[in-house]
């Protein structure tokens, strides 16, 4: 996809790319650039955040920044431009890009409806970030603190005519006001994007919403008192000599002070979709077995001292995921997929290792390709890489597809174990549970052990009993006597 276009010898534009495969959105989460700043092709301009992982997006050009279309927070579609570069500075005088034509309805500019007047003639209001950038637009002083009271007055204005009271004298706004602050000409609430989103998360009509804003504009928390109770609704307070009027049943919605509404979107909202379509795709099986992995941790304390290994990351998952590998290649039927159009089965002669990541943003699952290939290690360098990276939140989207197997650790957490659900598009994943010190029947004797429980879901269209219980047999086994690494490698 092109990511950029030509609006003049001047400016240029990019455009939000499809940063993963088949992406249709990405939300803004960090500028790193304000209008003015200088840029370089190749200079990171912004973090997004896509179904599938935060990324960084760098601008291909040299130039400065002439303007930002959209507001950190904001939800753009693929395709549309979010970045305006002039690439000529200094050339003299030239015509700005014009907003492109799928952005979102735009929100005034702070001179806009200020209190002092109309807006200069054939203008109207457009999104700050959106429109007409900060240098160009010529804003009138504002009058003193005259604009503070008139927005109070007409918030309870706006209220009372919700309540169906008319508005007190008292409270009747200035004649320079307009008489629906919240409301541009049209009637339409003034409220910016990520406002407008979480209205509509919250269930909540803007035209119902008191603004408090500057100039009549509603913010998250007029949004969010809406959703409360009567009798938790702020609203702007009356005169001493009348009584507060009732917020009208309608906008009872949820106690804040009791619930907390997060809009699902990101990598949670893709979660959500690809578990559930997993969940009631495949026919989930889960076999458990627990194991003695005395003797594997005593090995992964020999490899920290092994001079081979030295400056890679060491650790049980590592063992663990080195046996699941050789149980694939003993039992190579598992690693395979379900094609539902075609209705085939896929075996694949590769390994792509998923390892489940528990990320401030959700749980994500890059894997190591061509994991099958790797030493011992190799294999702990890639662990280990995977797992920075994705502490970091910088995993990228080509990271996380193609994957054929995966493992969970829900060890780290405490957890003897678990029913994992399958990936999307893959056979089989394997929970790994925490290692403790247990009493264990070794040699005939009652005597402490390392412990632990592995479980192995699998689907069962293409993976019967017989199968899945070798593959979790050999991994056990091989964790319980790692020499097996040796031999069956």
């Known amino acids: ?52 992982a935060a990324v960084e997006l760098p601008i291909p050009f040299d130039g400065v920044v002439h303007e930002l279309r959209f507001p950190e927070g904001t939800t753009v579609d693929v395709g549309q431009v979010i ?19 799928a952005a979102p309805v735009q929100e005034p500019v702070e001179a806009a409806g200020s209190g002092d007047g109309d807006a200069p003639k054939g203008r109207t209001p457009v ?24 927005a109070a007055a007409v918030a309870a204005a706006v209220q009372a005519e919700l309540n169906g009271h008319a508005a007190p004298a008292a ?31 919250l269930g909540i009509d803007l035209a119902t919403v008191v603004p408090t804003g500057k100039d009549g504009i509603i913010t998250r928390e007029d949004v969010h008192a809406a959703a ?19 917020a009208p049943a309608a906008a009872v919605v949820s106690d804040s002070a009791r619930e907390t509404r997060i809009p699902v979107k990101g990598v949670r909202k893709a979660i959500a979709q690809a578990m559930v379509g997993s969940a009631f795709t495949a026919p989930h099986v889960t076999e458990f077995v627990t194991v003695d992995v005395t003797r594997t941790m005593k090995l992964v304390a020999e490899l920290k001292e092994d001079k081979d290994m030295a400056g890679v990351r060491v650790n049980p998952l590592l063992i663990i995921a080195k046996a699941l590998l050789v149980a694939i290649k003993r039992n190579p039927e598992v690693n395979a997929a379900w094609d539902e159009a075609n209705q085939e089965i896929v075996q694949k002669h590769y390994v792509n290792l998923g390892i489940a990541a528990a990320t401030p943003r959700g749980l994500i699952v890059p894997n190591i390709k061509d994991a099958h290939d790797k030493t011992l290690p190799q294999l702990a360098a890639a662990l280990g890489e995977l797992v920075t990276t994705a502490r970091d939140g910088k ?14 650790n829900v060890g780290v957490f405490g957890v003897d174990t678990g029913t994992p659900i399958l990936n999307p598009g893959e056979s089989a994943i394997l929970a790994v549970g925490a290692i403790k010190l ?12 390392q412990v632990t429980t592995l479980a192995l879901s699998f689907d069962h269209r293409l993976v019967d009993g017989e199968l899945g219980s070798k593959v979790l047999a050999d991994v056990a086994a091989i964790l319980e006597q790692p020499k097996r690494l040796i031999t069956w490698a």
């Open 438 to 449: 247990q009493p264990w029947v070794h040699k005939g004797k009652v005597k402490p052990r």
């Open 127 to 150: 999104l700050v970030g959106y429109g007409v950038a900060e240098s160009s637009t010529k804003r009138r002083p504002r009058k003193g603190a005259s604009a503070a009271p008139e």
């Open 228 to 246: 409360a109770p009567a009798a938790t609704t702020p609203v702007a307070a009356p005169a001493p000599s009348q009584a507060a009027p009732e």
């Open 171 to 201: 409270a009747a706004p200035a004649p320079s006001v307009p008489a629906q602050a919240g409301a541009q000409d049209g009637g339409r609430p003034l409220a910016k994007p990520p406002v407008r989103k979480l209205a509509k998360d």
């Open 395 to 408: 995993t990228s989207p080509a990271a996380m597809a193609g994957g054929t197997v995966t493992i969970t």
């Open 1 to 52: 996809m092109t990511t950029m276009t030509e609006t003049s010898a001047r400016f240029r534009e990019f455009k939000m790319p499809d940063v993963g495969e088949g992406l249709t959105e990405a939300e803004i989460l960090k500028w790193f650039v304000q209008p003015g700043d200088t840029v370089t092709d190749g200079q990171v301009v912004c973090e997004v955040e896509t179904a599938k």
């Open 83 to 101: 970045i305006a570069i002039d690439v000529a500075p200094g050339s003299g005088d030239a015509p700005a890009p014009a907003p492109a034509a």
